[in-house]
């Protein structure tokens, strides 16, 4: 069971001293990765309570989740959003917590499309029936769903909401029938907690059209009672399928693709792996995020943000922004999965909800 501990929102930071100004050129952090991929949560609270993510004895009816005057306004994420993209970032996420929870979500979909950047989201799918064709409207170019499992026990344990996979599934399907075609499938494994069902989740999603993923269950946060032990690494997960339904290796689509691709030898489509914890991905990693309050984290596992939202508010104008965000990428030099260890497993971090999955 985990622990009940205090979450942490670290004091946040931005370089003490006023930023060099940002010449325009290609930006690379001291491990000479560029700026590419920005996460946004627009909430962090959620209506599923999942054992690995927001374990309901920490996220409790006495949970201070943050005022709305602490959060981002629309209008500030989508400047700083046209700031980002002009440092050469190419894609953005909306995530959270649950992302459909924020009230006139498509709104904001609606102000982030024109700027030109690769615009995705990542639900767990509970309201998608209500929302999907409002997103696709809006401009919104692709759709992540999380479905830990099709077996109605398992699923309801671990969104321990009691949440039936129907209302998933149709959401899925509403999905589709807006027009997001492939949806992509989010499935974190935990070891005997849902394993048994990686074969049947497969199977199930071959030849649909979609793409399921596997995520090893990781570190993140400091509440979800996480032991290597628990972790099934992506070549187990691989080598099971493929004995039912075989598989071989497919090209990255791009340098950073998180997911390794697998397709299936019959030509049932393709599944992802995302190998977190046993194959990390650090080299290549071009991606930040952007907390709900306005903080700026170079890594999922950073232990302190980057406060813009004093920046917005205080007055600076883009130019200010820009260089400091240019300044903070220039001095990236994390690299936490290549390190973890259990005793860094340990230490605490920012809660996933909080700085957006
Ligand atoms: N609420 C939305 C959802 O569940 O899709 C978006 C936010 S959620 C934090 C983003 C993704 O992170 C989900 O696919 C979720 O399964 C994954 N996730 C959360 N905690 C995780 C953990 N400890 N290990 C691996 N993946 C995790
Ligand atoms: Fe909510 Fe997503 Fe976290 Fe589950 S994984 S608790 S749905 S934010
Ligand atoms: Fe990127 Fe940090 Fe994850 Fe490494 S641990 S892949 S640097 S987010």
Same mark, same amino acid.
């Not at 991929?37 to 993510?53: A, E, G, H, K, Q």
């Not at 080299?283 to 406060?307: I, K, V």
């Given at each position: 069971?985990?622990?009940?501990?205090?979450? @942490?929102?670290?004091? !946040?930071?931005? /370089?003490?001293?006023?930023?060099?100004?940002?010449?325009? !050129?290609?930006?690379?952090?001291?491990?000479?990765?560029?700026?590419?991929?920005?996460?946004?949560?627009?909430?962090?609270?959620?209506?599923?309570?999942?054992?690995?993510?927001?374990?309901?004895?920490?996220?409790?009816?006495?949970?201070?989740?943050? /005022?709305?005057?602490?959060?981002?306004?629309?209008?500030?994420?989508?400047?700083?959003?046209?700031?980002?993209?002009?440092?050469?970032?190419?894609?953005?996420?909306?995530?959270?917590?649950?992302?459909?929870?924020?009230?006139?979500?498509?709104?904001?979909?609606?102000?982030?499309? /024109?700027?030109?950047?690769?615009?995705?989201?990542?639900?767990?799918?509970?309201?998608?029936?209500?929302?999907?064709?409002?997103?696709?409207?809006?401009?919104?170019?692709?759709?992540?769903?999380?479905?830990?499992?099709?077996?109605?026990?398992?699923?309801?344990?671990?969104?321990?909401?009691?949440?039936?996979?129907?209302?998933?599934? %149709?959401?899925?399907?509403?999905?589709?029938?807006?027009?997001?075609?492939?949806?992509?499938?989010?499935?974190?494994?935990?070891?005997?907690?849902?394993?048994?069902?990686?074969?049947?989740?497969?199977?199930?999603?071959?030849?649909?059209?979609?793409?399921?993923?596997? @995520?090893?269950?990781?570190?993140?946060?400091?509440?979800?009672?996480?032991?290597? %032990?628990?972790?099934? /690494?992506?070549?187990?997960?691989?080598?099971?399928?493929?004995?039912?339904?075989?598989?071989?290796?497919?090209?990255?689509?791009?340098?950073?693709?998180?997911?390794?691709?697998?397709?299936?030898? %019959?030509?049932?489509?393709?599944?992802?792996?995302? !190998? !977190?914890?046993?194959? *990390?991905?650090?080299?290549?990693?071009?991606?930040?995020?952007?907390?709900?309050?306005?903080?700026?984290?170079?890594?999922?596992?950073?232990?302190?943000?980057?406060?813009?939202?004093?920046?917005?508010?205080?007055?600076?104008?883009?130019?200010?922004?820009?260089?400091? @965000?240019?300044?903070?990428?220039?001095?990236?030099?994390?690299?936490?999965?290549?390190?973890?260890?259990?005793?860094? *497993?340990?230490?605490?971090?920012?809660?996933?909800?909080?700085?957006?999955?």
């Amino acid at each position: 069971m985990p622990q009940k501990v205090i979450s @942490i929102r670290p004091q !946040s930071r931005m /370089p003490g001293t006023k930023a060099p100004r940002y010449d325009g !050129s290609q930006l690379a952090d001291t491990r000479g990765r560029p700026m590419r991929d920005l996460r946004i949560s627009v909430t962090d609270r959620c209506n599923f309570r999942c054992t690995y993510c927001m374990p309901r004895e920490v996220f409790d009816a006495d949970y201070k989740f943050l /005022p709305h005057e602490a959060i981002l306004s629309f209008e500030e994420i989508a400047r700083l959003a046209g700031i980002f993209i002009g440092l050469g970032v190419k894609k953005i996420r909306l995530t959270g917590g649950e992302p459909l929870l924020r009230k006139g979500l498509p709104d904001l979909v609606a102000m982030l499309a /024109p700027l030109g950047a690769d615009l995705t989201l990542t639900t767990n799918g509970s309201t998608l029936v209500k929302h999907a064709q409002a997103l696709k409207d809006a401009g919104l170019d692709r759709l992540t769903v999380s479905l830990d499992s099709l077996d109605e026990a398992t699923f309801r344990a671990m969104n321990d909401a009691d949440f039936p996979v129907e209302k998933v599934l %149709d959401g899925i399907a509403a999905a589709a029938d807006s027009g997001f075609s492939p949806v992509k499938i989010n499935m974190v494994v935990k070891r005997g907690v849902n394993d048994q069902q990686i074969v049947e989740a497969a199977r199930h999603w071959r030849d649909s059209g979609h793409i399921l993923r596997f @995520i090893e269950f990781m570190d993140v946060g400091s509440t979800n009672g996480w032991r290597m %032990d628990d972790v099934i /690494p992506s070549a187990e997960v691989v080598r099971r399928i493929s004995e039912a339904f075989p598989l071989e290796p497919v090209e990255a689509n791009y340098a950073g693709e998180v997911a390794g691709r697998w397709r299936y030898k %019959d030509g049932a489509g393709e599944i992802g792996v995302i !190998s !977190s914890v046993t194959q *990390a991905f650090c080299a290549d990693c071009n991606r930040m995020r952007l907390s709900t309050e306005g903080s700026l984290y170079t890594c999922l596992f950073a232990q302190q943000g980057h406060d813009l939202k004093s920046l917005l508010r205080g007055g600076a104008d883009d130019d200010a922004i820009r260089d400091s @965000i240019a300044a903070v990428w220039r001095l990236r030099d994390d690299r936490y999965s290549e390190l973890r260890t259990a005793e860094t *497993a340990k230490k605490p971090k920012v809660e996933m909800s909080y700085i957006g999955g």
